[in-house]
């Protein structure tokens, strides 16, 4: 009873006429920045950021718009999958290995409306998921203290590290670089400067939307420099798009089921919504076996994916809301977005701005129905929009992002920066490091050196504080499980790669 | 091979250099004598392991860009640092025209189409961050003064900036 309460709340306030037309202009732009390979749901939220806050919006409208633009993104990730057999970004990969084949036998229109309702179920299941589950998780947060914070930040670094690449190492240079950064900067308890170099522009620290903005949007422009912007026309022809209600029907299942794993996925802190469709499409393969033909081109092979997907970016909500600790790449931009919004996410979110919490659940809600009626019928715009060439779209994407900081800021030294994290997100992808636990370093870095040191203020500097609670230990237990266990499972569980021509 | 081990060097130096900075943070009473000094520490002691696996236990290469591409890149890294200080004195359309040009020839070698994009996208973004977003303070053009201009560009040359 209480919760539909809260969600008549959250209702009154996002079914505003000014917000709903926010949810629909997130969606769309979402949409095209999830379908444009190279712009990510991470960088499109990362470049939005400045100009939004630029543009004075209230911490509602500017949530109800980024929200939007993130599932947007979800959902438009699939079009050039589907299309071009690029994904438009990282967990629309899977969806390229049946996607991609099915569109070259001419039924791409039949894989879009299909991707797209299993894009809606499961973030409609990964909503409800997140409904039920915040709130308790919330209560659950007001037991952690110090050092069971210290360890959850630390669990977040590991899994994420673990999913993410490649080389364990790789991911926990990352992390540490990221770190590294955010302890640059006046030190909050004795306002002495700390590892700034006397340089008074880092005083204040390194903006986490600098380094993000850098290392998503300014790297791509030098990845398209080096490719001279191969590989973005259109590969298949789009005829007509009807509804193919009896794929839709046959997959009813598989979409429930993939929902359940990306949600779980999704969820746990670190993973995210790569790891969600991943499983997704492990889990259904193998149901389906031999006989299932994954791979060649089978509905199911495209809805579960997607619904694994877009159920692992509404889970991956859950961690992030109720103890400030971002599940994806994305979450932990949109956590910077709420803390440049001046809230903090956080068990206390529920109960101190319940109007945010439950107008953001809304509008979660609103965005999908809104971006399922707008991706049936209009496909064909983004399909469009899709053949803009890169040597328009990049140098456009670069100017909208410094003039994004540049509004933010109004400091050259942060163009700078700007350009150098660009260089810096260039040599660390080329070396396949991974850069989200860089972000997510500098995200965290702060509050994960608060746990660390009032874990140590309160027990006068004894170490074994940090192990104290049944809490604590479990969630060390579960970083280093989850931090050692991909090396083992690697062999195992290796990524399929994208099917070539 | 190579890369990953020039790379873990790289971060092991940076790491150890990042120890002994931390070492020197001033502290003072309300802070204590270690809380500001710890964490980073912890972070550049674990940079510095990471490290070492990196150099002992390297990846294969990546494909590295050609020389040319090389060149390209650095065109690009100026033509950004540049227009990132000239956008205080000459303000959004000139500077982005010329910038957006230039990145554009860089990804497809064709100087019709490349000035047509860098002005379109000018005036383009000018119109949307003006009229529809409301941030004309931050595209307004401006007319500089030598001076000024030396100003912002000496920026960008070491010692003699600010």
């Not at chain 1, 959850?152 to 669990?155: A, Q, R, S, T």
């Given at each position: 009873?209480?919760?539909?309460?809260?969600?008549?709340?959250?209702?009154?306030?996002?079914?505003s006429?000014?917000?709903?037309?926010?949810?629909?202009?997130?969606?769309?732009i979402?949409?095209?920045?999830?379908?444009?390979p190279?712009?990510?749901p991470?960088?499109?939220?990362?470049?939005?950021?400045?100009?939004?806050?630029?543009?004075?919006?209230?911490?509602?409208?500017?949530?109800?718009l980024?929200?939007?633009?993130?599932?947007?993104a979800?959902?438009?990730?699939?079009?050039?999958?589907?299309?071009?057999?690029?994904?438009?970004?990282?967990?629309?990969?899977?969806?390229?290995l049946?996607?991609?084949?099915?569109?070259?036998?001419?039924?791409?229109?039949?894989?879009?409306?299909?991707?797209?309702?299993?894009?809606?179920?499961?973030?409609?299941?990964?909503t409800?998921?997140?409904?039920l589950?915040?709130?308790?998780?919330?209560r659950?947060?007001?037991?952690?203290?110090?050092?069971?914070?210290?360890a959850?930040?630390?669990?977040a670094?590991?899994?994420?590290?673990?999913?993410?690449?490649?080389?364990q190492?790789?991911?926990?240079?990352?992390?540490?670089?990221?770190?590294?950064i955010?302890?640059?900067?006046?030190?909050?308890t004795?306002?002495?400067?700390?590892?700034?170099?006397?340089?008074?522009?880092?005083?204040?620290?390194?903006?986490?939307?600098?380094?993000?903005?850098?290392?998503?949007?300014?790297?791509?422009?030098?990845?398209f420099?080096?490719?001279?912007?191969?590989?973005?026309?259109?590969?298949?022809?789009?005829?007509?798009?009807k509804?193919?209600?009896?794929?839709?029907?046959?997959?009813?299942?598989?979409?429930?089921?993939?929902s359940?794993?990306?949600?779980?996925?999704?969820?746990?802190?670190?993973?995210?919504?790569?790891?969600?469709s991943?499983?997704?499409?492990?889990?259904?393969?193998?149901?389906?076996?031999?006989?299932?033909?994954?791979?060649?081109?089978?509905?199911?092979?495209v809805?579960?994916?997607?619904?694994?997907?877009?159920a692992?970016?509404?889970?991956a909500?859950?961690?992030?809301?109720?103890?400030?600790?971002?599940?994806?790449?994305?979450?932990?931009?949109?956590?910077?977005?709420?803390?440049t919004?001046?809230?903090?996410?956080?068990?206390?979110?529920?109960?101190?701005?319940?109007?945010?919490?439950?107008g953001l659940?809304?509008?979660?809600?609103?965005?999908?129905?809104?971006l399922?009626?707008?991706?049936?019928?209009?496909?064909k715009?983004?399909?469009?929009?899709?053949?803009?060439?890169?040597?328009?779209?990049?140098?456009?994407?670069?100017?909208v992002?410094?003039?994004?900081?540049?509004?933010?800021?109004?400091?050259?030294?942060?163009?700078?920066?700007?350009?150098?994290?660009?260089?810096?997100g260039?040599?660390?992808?080329?070396?396949?490091?991974?850069?989200?636990?860089?972000?997510?370093g500098?995200?965290?870095?702060?509050?994960?050196?608060?746990?660390?040191?009032?874990?140590?203020?309160?027990?006068?500097?004894?170490p074994s504080?940090?192990?104290?609670?049944?809490?604590?230990?479990?969630?060390?237990?579960?970083?280093?499980?989850g931090?050692?266990a991909?090396?083992?499972?690697?062999?195992?569980?290796?990524?399929?790669?994208?099917?070539?021509d | 091979?190579?890369?990953d081990?020039?790379?873990?060097?790289?971060?092991?130096?940076?790491?150890?250099?990042?120890?002994?900075?931390?070492t020197?943070?001033?502290?003072?009473?309300?802070s204590?004598?270690?809380?500001?000094k710890?964490?980073?520490?912890?972070?550049?002691?674990?940079?510095?392991?990471?490290?070492?696996?990196?150099?002992f236990?390297?990846?294969?290469?990546?494909?590295?860009?050609?020389?040319?591409?090389?060149?390209?890149?650095?065109?690009?890294?100026?033509?950004?640092?540049?227009?990132?200080?000239?956008?205080?004195?000459l303000?959004?359309?000139?500077p982005?025209?010329?910038?957006?040009?230039?990145?554009?020839?860089?990804?497809?070698?064709?100087?019709?189409?490349?000035?047509?994009?860098?002005?379109?996208?000018?005036?383009?973004?000018?119109?949307?961050?003006?009229?529809?977003?409301?941030?004309?303070?931050?595209?307004?053009?401006?007319?500089?003064?030598?001076?000024?201009?030396?100003?912002?560009?000496?920026?960008l040359?070491p010692?003699?900036?600010?």
């Open positions: 009873m209480e919760t539909l309460a809260n969600l008549a709340l959250g209702f009154s306030v996002a079914l006429p000014y917000t709903l037309m926010l949810a629909v202009v997130g969606c769309f979402g949409t095209i920045i999830g379908a444009l190279g712009l990510g991470s960088n499109g939220v990362a470049i939005l950021i400045p100009i939004s806050f630029a543009l004075g919006l209230d911490a509602t409208a500017a949530l109800v980024m929200t939007s633009v993130y599932y947007g979800m959902y438009g990730g699939r079009i050039s999958s589907i299309l071009l057999n690029i994904p438009g970004d990282e967990p629309a990969l899977m969806t390229t049946d996607g991609y084949p099915m569109a070259k036998r001419g039924e791409a229109g039949n894989a879009l409306v299909l991707s797209g309702a299993a894009s809606f179920v499961g973030a409609f299941l990964a409800i998921g997140l409904i589950l915040a709130p308790v998780l919330a659950v947060a007001f037991l952690f203290g110090p050092a069971e914070y210290f959850l930040y630390l669990l670094f590991c899994t994420l590290g673990g999913m993410a690449s490649n080389n190492a790789k991911s926990a240079i990352a992390a540490c670089i990221g770190l590294g955010a302890m640059i900067g006046v030190d909050s004795s306002g002495l400067p700390r590892l700034t170099g006397g340089n008074l522009h880092l005083y204040d620290g390194v903006d986490f939307l600098v380094a993000i903005v850098g290392l998503f949007a300014i790297a791509e422009l030098f990845f420099i080096e490719s001279h912007g191969k590989g973005s026309s259109i590969g298949v022809v789009l005829d007509k798009v509804i193919p209600w009896k794929y839709i029907r046959e997959t009813i299942p598989t979409m429930l089921r993939a359940g794993v990306g949600f779980v996925a999704g969820v746990l802190p670190g993973a995210g919504a790569s790891l969600g991943f499983l997704a499409y492990m889990t259904e393969k193998s149901i389906a076996g031999e006989k299932g033909k994954f791979g060649t081109g089978v509905p199911k092979g809805a579960a994916p997607e619904a694994g997907n877009n692992a970016a509404g889970g909500l859950v961690p992030m809301l109720t103890l400030g600790v971002p599940g994806s790449g994305t979450t932990a931009v949109l956590l910077a977005l709420l803390m919004l001046n809230i903090t996410p956080g068990p206390t979110l529920f109960r101190d701005n319940p109007d945010v919490v439950w659940i809304a509008s979660l809600l609103i965005a999908n129905v809104v399922l009626i707008m991706n049936v019928p209009m496909v715009i983004f399909v469009k929009i899709l053949s803009v060439p890169a040597w328009i779209l990049l140098p456009g994407v670069t100017m992002s410094t003039t994004g900081i540049f509004a933010l800021t109004g400091s050259y030294f942060d163009l700078l920066m700007l350009i150098g994290f660009g260089v810096l260039y040599f660390l992808r080329k070396l396949d490091v991974p850069t989200v636990p860089v972000i997510l500098i995200l965290l870095g702060g509050n994960m050196e608060d746990a660390l040191r009032r874990a140590m203020t309160l027990s006068d500097g004894d504080y940090l192990f104290s609670s049944p809490i604590a230990i479990g969630l060390w237990i579960a970083a280093i499980a931090f050692v991909p090396m083992f499972l690697r062999g195992i569980l290796k990524k399929p790669q994208a099917v070539s | 091979m190579a890369s081990r020039i790379f873990g060097l790289i971060t092991l130096i940076t790491a150890v250099a990042y120890i002994a900075a931390a020197q943070i001033q502290t003072n009473f309300f204590g004598d270690y809380l500001p710890l964490f980073p520490m912890l972070i550049g002691a674990v940079a510095a392991i990471c490290s070492l696996v990196l150099i236990k390297p990846d294969p290469d990546p494909d590295w860009p050609m020389a040319r591409t090389w060149g390209n890149l650095l065109v690009a890294v100026i033509v950004l640092a540049v227009y990132s200080v000239m956008m205080t004195p303000g959004f359309i000139l982005t025209a010329i910038a957006a040009s230039i990145l554009s020839y860089q990804i497809s070698p064709n100087a019709k189409q490349a000035v047509l994009a860098g002005i379109g996208l000018s005036l383009g973004l000018f119109a949307i961050f003006k009229f529809v977003l409301m941030l004309g303070n931050v595209v307004a053009y401006r007319i500089p003064t030598p001076a000024k201009l030396w100003d912002a560009f000496s920026i040359i010692f003699v900036g600010h």
